[in-house]
């Protein structure tokens, strides 16, 4: 271009430029005005769009805008578990508090299952089942410190033959999970027995929300087992503990916690009252066939452990507590611990074991 | 030819590479004599060992480890063997094996490095899969270089430092390396990566909590590291800082079966340096301490000059004739090639310089051992050990720093050691770290793994001193201490006890004091006050773990009255009769 | 692969279009012009030895080692707590029974107020056999203490090795407090052994009785007194009462506790043992006792019943003894070593009828041989002359015959298979255990009149 003009000017010194010239020159400046054109025109949509992001308000599609910091504090789903947990209905005929004693496991099972109506009035036909023992630390089934293996393999049959679709078993343990589960013998159990067994990872926790909790309104749970699960049965042993007196099947739910869950021994009857909030479950089965009386909840000396030839199925957790309270560890003496009364306060069960409907089966 | 995308010409090219592949040779051979050939052979061990290597790294977790040797690879390897032989006089368990590595060394040479070193095969790939270089400047790079005697000094300095009782091999020894490194950085990463639903595929499954590793970023920063120096030289750790090939190749250079030169077909094309990974020389004299035995040589060679022979005839002096004037002969055949040396050349370093490094070694001892941290004035209280671990200044005789046992912990409270709790002389030794675990009362994997006896062999009747070792008790680890100005119910007048419900042993080693006290704003509360009884305590840590006050535990554990040294007993007696009687 | 087959064009190219492709060049190929079979057959080789290693390996991984994963030793129990585990929750209890005072050491569930054992009526498991109300006139119940048998030793360190011998299933211990005099406090120590079977009751009785104290054996108790000590066996229990002093009124103290706890306790039938030695051979009750294992230092030598021959003044030691078995052969076996056992402590003095194979003993020129009758070993040990062995001997054998049916019924051998000696069939282990620190007094307040009997010290 600029050699044009030299020879422009070479050619006719100081003259006019010629027509042709003058379009020549229109054209250039089109070209260039057209490169200008969408240069100026990516250059303006790129700063639209940056100033969209950034300042148009928070509620418009694909605004990045926070004034306050607000949208950008982490936001974790909460979940929560039906309304009205898992529990069916009472039923005026049928018990609420089935008693097997005996030493054959399975029949004990059956029998106190079925002094509650049979299994036929919890499960139904495609149910997705979780079940819920105690693993909570690594010690053969023997020292009583954990759910029972046989009563676990009782209880999967006996769910699978209502029809469940799928039955999972899974625990958060104290101690570290894949030895706990092997050593109790609860991991063999269910492989045996068929179900699926769900050991925590670190991704399967998400936090659940349970209205009215004093201490767990908003928690790390155990979720992955929970999704998309119908009926929750618990299955723990009867433990000693020094702290809350005894472990039964209502702190059996404590084991779905994650999170920073030793903190709540600080108020330990507050917590266990929440946790019969947290979960209602379809039944729970107090597993009594060996009774850890001292040294719980860890035990670790077989001299810890009697045996208790008995299993209670209840829908009503306080009541099978309270019932093992009295019967089992041999404490009718002593008053209940406070945690009885704060879950019967929020009505969720009845601490005086007498006044529920009771079924007492002998198996032999 | 207009390349199509991968996805589509992938169907149409591997028919065609198949009959291309199955084509009989130019020189009329089979299609499987090369196809088959005997570097294919090696790529395959390679993988098959690398393979096997990451499987028995995987294996070691609780519900996997059957009777697996997940060690195998340490008990291989003969620098292990021989360091730790030199510093215990002992062959510990299943160290024997590393005869099956010396003795194909002592007749072949370094197969090792070639064939089976899956660090040397982690290079190689890494070296292979990048490099940009053409022909001329893969022959320049595969020269036989001076820095390549480094190994040979380190390898003196950690013999010498070994003999004194001083175990560093660990710190550069390639197995040990390189299961460090997969164990602190790969194998998390790993199982991060993983989704959901192939959680069961990672290595440590069924942890609430991703398992970390104290000082991971720094072992990960060398991996890369090592590994990216293989874009300058290729197999750049293998020739210049290995010291088990420095070791093997010490031991190779009488090893019966050689490379070969034929000096009548040898034109000196020096084609054979393409991809020698050794950076031996073939082209001339061949060192045969360099050379890994991977017969890329043979395979890159036009004038078929190279064979891999039993004790060739040194033919230096056999030529009748001059070189220069072209009429030199050899056995009735004329000599082609230029360069008359097949003498193997001995690992090149000069008599002086093995005294230095030898004298470096000697200096090292003191200086590493002296610097306060390994010592029994001024152990680090922290840095708690194994349960089976031997006594301290056995253990840093010992210690290979492979990091196994971390691999197998199933609590991750076994972490490699950093400079400020052990010094040089610790790095990257086992200890515990109550915070990210706990020791579990039944579990003695750690014991079951370690390769050279640090932390020896014991079976769970002697972990919890049951019969028939009921006399010296269980094994202890430490005692736990009470900090009762941070402690919930000693100084803030709030109920807890998580630390006594948690205590495994029977009886518990925390008992507690029961005081009903009126609050400060009026509520009466019962409180469990925990104490500490130090003769049944076995130091396990989980009640540190499980304290609620988790920035700085308000019951901890120490090294002190740990049962594996007399020297750091606390109560009266010495440890093997303080027993509760059982 | 895309990559597969490209041939280097030489020349073409800048250097820098290699560093473009991201794939490295020529990654396959080699200039070799000719190839080997050779090759392939020691590759080949090669494989065959890596397939090796994987199955060895895939070997290995299913033979674990099954010490691994042998949980027995975590089975095995350590020593339980003390009875009684402190209640957590304060509701329901009285809030004066706060234990903040006993804060320094005590180890758990030892002592405990005997307030809260009377008050919540739970008596029994913690009293043992100690009746109720046993606090009269001027003396208070103190402490009650009750150990299992592996704590015992923190209460009576190590004589808890003799009891364990005897088969001790618990102790019981109670401190009565009595009125100050010349500023010292009197009290009585109560220690109430729980033996499990009346024959280890006697036995641990008359072990602990020197020889020269004559014992009274009536109504179902075995007892003596020794100035301000008094003891008793009756039932399966065996219990001590010692005195701080020997003033009247400690000594009158201790005979009353005698008296209670006789009334108190269930008396059982004396062992069969005794209806041999009492009805048949007319000895006296004191004479006889039970050996509960490791009689004469015979390490075999276990739930025998012996008695002294000789009269309490004579300086003969001659005994009699007889053990049962299960059926004859048994005996006939056991019979012989106890043979053997008598042969390695002299020489042969003859045979004898029925033979027995006496034995002079080399050093006290006694007499002693053993024979098997039926399912019973009956031997003579320490006899001063044969003449008179061999008397004693056949008395005992007209005496099992004359045993009545009720009798043989009864005479069973014991069923413990494990030897009750402490630790894993060893002696019981010299030294004592290391002290809890900040004990209660521990120390009996006397200790027993006369030493323990020559023979109860080895025989245990």
Redesign the interface.
């Known amino acids: 271009m600029s050699t044009e003009r030299q020879r422009g000017r070479r050619g006719r010194a100081e003259s006019e430029p010629t027509p042709q010239d003058i379009e020549r020159a229109h054209d250039h400046a089109r070209i260039e005005r057209r490169a200008l054109l969408k240069g100026a025109v990516g250059l303006g949509g790129a700063a639209a769009a940056a100033a969209y992001f950034s300042m148009a308000p928070p509620t418009w599609p694909l605004s990045l805008n926070d004034p306050d910091g607000e949208r950008g504090k982490p936001q974790a789903p909460i979940r929560r578990l039906p309304e009205g947990g898992f529990a069916v209905p009472e039923r005026a005929s049928v018990a609420d508090l089935g008693v097997a004693h005996g030493s054959d496991v399975k029949a004990m099972v059956r029998a106190a299952v079925g002094g509650i109506g049979g299994i036929e009035r919890f499960i139904e036909k495609g149910d997705v089942v979780v079940i819920k023992p105690n693993v909570a630390f690594e010690r053969p089934a023997a020292l009583g410190a954990t759910t029972n293996p046989e009563v676990l393999v009782a209880l999967i049959e006996l769910v699978r033959e209502a029809g469940a679709a799928e039955i999972r078993v899974a625990d958060n343990p104290i101690e570290s999970p894949e030895s706990c589960f092997a050593r109790s013998g609860i991991r063999g159990a269910t492989l045996s027995a068929g179900a699926q067994l769900y050991l925590p990872e670190p991704n399967q926790f998400e936090l659940l929300g349970t209205a009215g909790a004093t201490w767990i309104e908003r928690w790390p749970f155990f979720w992955r087992p929970f999704d998309g699960a119908t009926k929750v049965i618990g299955v723990s042993p009867i433990k000693d503990h020094n702290l809350c007196r005894a472990s039964m099947t209502t702190k059996n739910w404590y084991g779905l916690l994650g999170g920073r869950r030793n903190q709540f021994h600080q108020d330990i009857h507050g917590i266990i009252a929440d946790l019969a909030l947290m979960l209602r479950p379809t039944f729970v089965v107090l597993d009594a066939t060996r009774v850890l009386f001292r040294s719980g909840p860890t035990g670790g000396s077989l001299s810890d452990v009697k045996a208790g030839h008995t299993i209670v199925a209840s829908r009503d957790s306080l009541a099978a507590d309270a019932y093992g309270w009295d019967h089992l560890l041999e404490r009718s003496g002593e008053a209940l611990p406070a945690y009885f009364e704060k879950a019967a306060a929020r009505g969720l069960g009845q601490p005086d074991w007498r006044k529920v409907a009771l079924n007492e089966v002998n198996v032999g | 030819m207009k390349?199509?995308p991968?996805i589509q010409?992938?169907p149409r090219?591997i028919p065609?590479?198949i009959q291309?592949a199955t084509q009989p040779?130019?020189?009329g051979?089979?299609w499987?004599?090369?196809v088959?050939?005997?570097?294919?052979?090696r790529i395959?061990?390679q993988a098959?060992f690398f393979g096997?290597f990451m499987f028995?790294l995987w294996?070691s977790?609780?519900?996997r480890?059957?009777?697996?040797?997940a060690s195998?690879f340490l008990e291989l390897d003969p620098l292990v063997t021989f360091a730790t032989a030199l510093s215990t006089h002992t062959v510990y368990r299943w160290l024997w094996r590393a005869l099956w590595i010396l003795i194909p060394t002592l007749i072949l040479g370094r197969v090792f490095c070639g064939?089976i070193c899956p660090y040397g095969t982690l290079h190689q790939f890494m070296g292979?899969?990048?490099?940009?270089r053409?022909n001329k400047d893969n022959i320049d790079v595969n020269r036989y270089r001076p820095i390549f005697q480094f190994k040979y000094y380190l390898l003196t300095v950690f013999l010498v430092l070994s003999a004194f009782g001083a175990l560093q091999i660990g710190l550069l020894d390639p197995i040990c390396l390189l299961t460090r490194s997969v164990v602190t950085t790969i194998q998390p990463a790993w199982d991060a990566a993983l989704p959901?639903s192939l959680?069961s595929l990672a290595s440590s499954?069924?942890?609430?909590?991703?398992r970390v590793f104290s000082g991971a970023w720094f072992v990960g920063f060398l991996l890369i590291g090592l590994v990216g120096l293989n874009l300058v030289i290729p197999r750049f750790f293998c020739r210049v800082l290995c010291p088990l090939g420095a070791f093997l190749g010490t031991l190779s250079r009488f090893a019966l079966v050689r490379i070969d030169r034929d000096l009548t077909k040898c034109t000196d094309c020096n084609?054979c340096m393409?991809h020698c990974e050794g950076a031996s020389d073939p082209q001339e004299a061949l060192r045969k301490s360099e050379c890994f035995v991977c017969f890329?040589c043979?395979?890159?060679?036009?004038e078929?000059a190279l064979a891999f022979r039993v004790a060739p005839v040194p033919v230096h002096e056999k030529i009748i004739g001059s070189l220069k004037e072209g009429t030199a002969f050899l056995f009735g055949r004329r000599v082609i090639s230029q360069l008359p040396e097949t003498v193997i050349k001995p690992p090149d370093v000069p008599r002086r310089r093995w005294l230095f490094a030898g004298l470096a070694g000697v200096l090292a001892y003191p200086f590493l051992r002296y610097s306060k941290a390994v010592n029994a004035k001024s152990y680090s209280a922290k840095a708690i050990r194994p349960p089976g671990s031997v006594a301290e200044p056995e253990f840093l005789e010992r210690c290979i720093k492979c990091d196994q046992c971390i691999n197998v912990c199933?609590?991750n409270v076994l972490q490699p050691s950093t400079l400020a709790e052990g010094g040089l002389e610790g790095l990257w030794t086992p200890v515990m770290d109550f915070r990210t675990?706990?020791c579990?009362?039944?579990?003695?994997l750690c014991s079951?793994v370690c390769p050279t006896g640090a932390i020896q062999k014991i079976?769970?009747?002697k972990?919890?001193g049951?019969?028939?070792h009921?006399e010296a008790g269980p094994v202890r680890l430490g005692t736990a201490f009470f900090d009762r100005g941070r402690c919930?119910p000693w100084a803030m007048e709030?109920?807890?006890?998580?630390c006594?419900?948690?205590?495994?042993?029977?009886?518990?080693a925390i008992?507690?004091?029961?005081?009903?006290i009126t609050r400060w704003d009026g509520k009466?509360v019962?409180l469990?006050?925990p104490?500490m009884r130090p003769?049944l305590c076995i130091g396990c840590g989980?009640c540190e773990h499980?304290?609620?006050v988790?920035d700085q535990p308000a019951v901890y554990v120490t090294a002190i009255g740990e049962s594996r040294s007399k020297d750091r007993s606390l109560?009266?007696?010495a440890p093997e009769?303080?027993?509760?009687?059982? | 692969m895309a990559k597969q087959g490209e041939v280097a064009k030489q020349g073409e190219g800048k250097k820098g279009s290699d560093e473009e492709r991201i794939f490295v060049k020529d990654g396959f190929r080699s200039f070799r012009r000719t190839y080997k079979l050779s090759e392939v057959y020691w590759g080949a080789g090669t494989g065959a030895v890596l397939l090796g290693i994987v199955g060895w390996v895939t070997w290995k991984g299913a033979h674990p080692d099954p010490s691994l994963f042998d949980m027995s030793a975590a089975l095995e129990g350590g020593p339980p707590p003390g009875e009684g585990s402190p209640p957590g929750d304060l509701e329901g209890v009285d809030a004066s029974e706060r234990r903040a005072g006993q804060r320094m050491g005590a180890p758990r569930g030892s002592e405990e107020p005997a307030g809260k054992g009377a008050g919540t009526g739970e008596a029994s498991a913690e009293r043992g056999p100690l009746p109720p109300g046993l606090a009269a006139g001027a003396y208070r119940e103190g402490k009650i203490g009750s150990f299992s048998a592996d704590t015992m030793y923190v209460k009576i360190n190590g004589r808890a090795g003799y009891f364990q011998a005897f088969g001790a299933k618990s102790l019981h211990t109670l401190t009565l407090e009595g009125p100050e005099s010349d500023g010292a406090t009197s009290s009585v120590d109560i220690e109430a052994y729980d033996l499990a079977e009346s024959r280890n009751a006697i036995g641990a009785y008359n072990g602990e009785r020197a020889p020269s104290i004559q014992s009274t054996a009536e109504d179902g108790s075995t007892f003596h007194t020794d100035r301000n000590a008094a003891f008793l066996a009756r039932g399966r229990y065996y219990i001590r009462f010692i005195g701080s002093d020997e003033s009247p009124a400690v000594v009158a103290e201790v005979r009353r506790l005698l008296d209670v706890f006789r009334r108190s306790i269930a008396g059982e039938e004396l062992p069969w043992g005794f209806a041999f030695f009492v009805d048949q051979l007319k000895l006296p009750a004191s004479a006889v006792t039970y050996v509960k294992s490791n009689a004469f230092s015979f390490g075999f030598a276990r739930d025998v019943y012996k008695a002294q021959l000789s009269a309490a003044d004579s300086k003969d030691d001659m005994e009699a003894f007889i053990v049962a078995l299960a059926d004859a052969d048994a005996a006939a076996a056991m019979a012989a070593q106890y043979a053997d056992g008598f042969a390695s402590m002299g020489k042969p003095a003859g045979p004898g009828a029925r033979g027995v194979k006496w034995i002079e003993d080399e050093f006290l020129a006694t007499f002693s041989g053993a024979s098997a009758r039926e399912r019973w070993v009956i031997g003579v040990r320490g006899a001063p002359s044969l003449e008179r062995a061999k008397a004693e001997l056949d008395r005992l054998v007209q005496a099992i015959g004359a045993l009545p049916e009720a009798v043989r019924a009864r005479a069973v051998p014991s069923g413990d298979t494990e030897e009750a000696t402490g630790e894993y069939g060893a002696a019981p282990s010299a030294a004592p255990p290391v002290d809890l620190p900040n004990q209660p007094e521990d120390e009996p307040r006397a200790t027993p009149p006369g030493k323990p009997a020559e023979e109860g010290s080895d025989e245990y």
């Open positions: 390349r199509l991968v010409s992938v090219l065609k590479a291309e040779n130019r020189d051979s089979p499987y004599a090369r088959l050939r005997i570097t294919t052979w395959v061990s098959a096997l028995l294996v977790w609780f519900s480890l059957g009777g697996y040797p195998l064939w292979w899969l990048f490099n940009v053409r959901a959680s499954p069924g942890a609430p909590h991703p084609l393409r890329n043979i395979d890159d060679c036009p078929d199933p609590t675990g706990f579990q009362l039944n579990c003695t079951e079976d769970l009747r972990k919890l049951k019969a028939p009921a919930l709030t109920p807890c006890v998580v006594e419900e948690v205590c495994p042993t029977s009886p518990k008992g507690t004091y029961e005081e009903e009466k019962l469990n006050q104490y003769e989980i499980e304290c609620p988790q109560l009266l007696g009769t303080q027993k509760v009687k059982s």
